[in-house]
């Protein structure tokens, strides 16, 4: 009997940190590439310069890393290991893949927009690119309608030290707060910035979201849920960028050259959640009808339904919501259904007639003729090219 010798085995040290949600998602697409590669063996290690002595205890034959100090980047590429980052620094090359942060913060404020808010915030990092540069799309967008954006700038870590000065962080976010007129949406960077947020609103007896909705980035529902309300969140495609760095990787430490080497992936959707359930509208007609339409997601439902449950004509109805929110009635009910649609193409394997018949589609084809209306593209594209 022959006997195969098992292959060497090609050692991946991962430098991530599992505090944060991203990164882990970030693991989970890394482990699904390595399904196919059962070679790898990981080693998991700090991304800060405490990981040196490991390093070169494991002898890595590769290394993915969300690394954002600039020392510890030019330390790691000393080192002479194929190297593949999931973030980005400005000014390097090192291979990497990214979220496209700028439409992460077009999504934001189109997101904000639809729902009729006109005073509008941004709280995050002044020094790290990637929110830098969601400030950047969620003001540009914004400065197209003609609104101006507030900005809070705050420096934080996933870990806060205990000697933190909170109180001083608190001032700065009561700042933000006190001199923006309200209803006030307010887009943090992350999750994490928008759950301190939402602690300091708290604080001060500031209703979430009537007077301050917010909304986070990343869908770490660990941030999201522990949040009081309830947080909403851009979701991106952190599983898929873990994948594609160890695609990448895989390419480097074959002596291969990967065709893109800073590829940014764009975000996912808006999942909502409590703290931006709101529309500022004042018609109580409008109000009535996206409540009704909110809790009618599951089933079909048609513009005359809407009217019925109003009590008002069509042509009333539809002259309200345009004057309102710049829509159709037609247009609010797809918006809905497809809004619902997304996360079960992502996180499920339903087949298209199963999910439409959960979002309030009446068939298939129906969802997918209103999908591609809104997204550009249809429900089995989405799933295959945006949800990985």
């Not at 991946?12 to 070679?39: K, N």
């Not at 909170?166 to 700042?175: M, P, S």
């Not at 006190?178 to 006030?184: G, M």
């Not at 074959?254 to 999942?271: D, S």
């Amino acid at each position: 009997m022959r006997h195969t010798k098992n292959p060497a085995p090609v050692r991946v040290a991962l430098l991530l940190g599992r505090q944060l949600g991203y990164c882990r998602d970030v693991m989970t697409g890394i482990q699904r590439f390595a399904l196919a590669h059962p070679d790898w063996i990981f080693h998991e290690g700090p991304p800060d310069s405490r990981v040196m002595p490991l390093l070169r205890e494991w002898r890595p034959h590769g290394i993915i890393g969300h690394v954002y100090a600039r020392d510890l980047l030019d330390t790691l590429n000393g080192l002479k290991i194929p190297l593949v980052l999931a973030c980005s620094l400005p000014g390097a090359i090192t291979p990497n893949v990214d979220v496209d942060h700028l439409s992460v913060g077009r999504m934001a404020a189109e997101y904000f927009l639809r729902k009729g808010f006109r005073h509008f915030g941004y709280f995050g990092s002044g020094r790290a690119r990637f929110s830098l540069e969601r400030e950047e799309g969620f003001r540009e967008t914004l400065r197209g309608h003609g609104f101006d954006l507030s900005v809070c700038h705050m420096e934080y870590l996933p870990t806060p030290p205990f000697n933190l000065d909170t109180r001083r962080l608190d001032k700065i976010v009561e700042g933000l707060l006190r001199k923006c007129s309200r209803p006030l949406a307010v887009f943090a960077s992350n999750d994490i910035a928008a759950r301190q947020l939402a602690e300091e609103c708290r604080r001060m007896g500031l209703s979430i979201p009537s007077e301050v909705a917010i909304l986070g980035v990343d869908n770490d529902e660990y941030e999201c849920m522990l949040s009081t309300p309830p947080l909403s969140s851009i979701a991106i495609p952190s599983e898929q960028i873990g994948f594609s760095a160890a695609e990448m990787l895989d390419c480097l430490m074959r002596g291969k050259t990967p065709r893109n080497q800073h590829p940014a992936l764009p975000p996912l959707y808006v999942v909502s959640r409590h703290s931006t359930d709101y529309f500022v509208v004042s018609d109580p007609v409008v109000n009535r009808a996206l409540k009704f339409i909110r809790e009618r997601t599951t089933q079909p439902l048609t513009v005359d339904e809407v009217r019925k449950h109003c009590a008002v004509s069509r042509r009333i109805l539809e002259r309200r919501f345009q004057s309102a929110l710049q829509q159709t009635a037609l247009q609010v009910i797809h918006r809905a259904c497809v809004e619902r649609a997304k996360p079960l193409l992502e996180r499920t394997r339903l087949d298209l007639n199963s999910v439409a018949g959960q979002c309030g589609f009446s068939s298939a084809r129906q969802m997918t003729d209103v999908f591609r209306k809104s997204t550009g593209q249809s429900p089995a594209h989405y799933r295959k090219h945006i949800a990985g």
